[in-house]
């Protein structure tokens, strides 16, 4: 998180309900960063459809889904949690 929160990105901060934890807070930037990231993403889904074509991307996407699972980690999640959510579907 240090490369985040140095790039401002997210702020850290403590946790009013317990001391042991911190909260981390996805600043201005942080989310605009990502909305240029699903942009860009966009741009390449596009690409690829006029590429492949609408059918063959829907089967590249049904077969991705089928190999990494259909479940979506939320971005506030800890890697140890998503990862916990991906063994329990």
Do not use: C, N
């Not at 990231?37 to 690409?47: P, V």
């Amino acid at each position: 998180m240090a490369v985040l929160e140095e790039r401002g990105y997210v702020t850290r901060g403590a946790d009013p309900l317990d001391a042991r934890r911190k909260r981390l807070q996805v600043t201005a930037l942080g989310f605009e960063v990502m909305r240029v990231g699903e942009a860009i993403f966009d741009e390449l889904r596009d690409k690829w459809k006029r590429k492949i074509g609408a059918k063959q991307l829907e089967r590249l996407e049904s077969d991705l889904t089928a190999l990494v699972g259909a479940s979506r980690v939320r971005v506030d999640s800890p890697g140890w949690i998503a990862h916990s959510l991906e063994e329990t579907t």
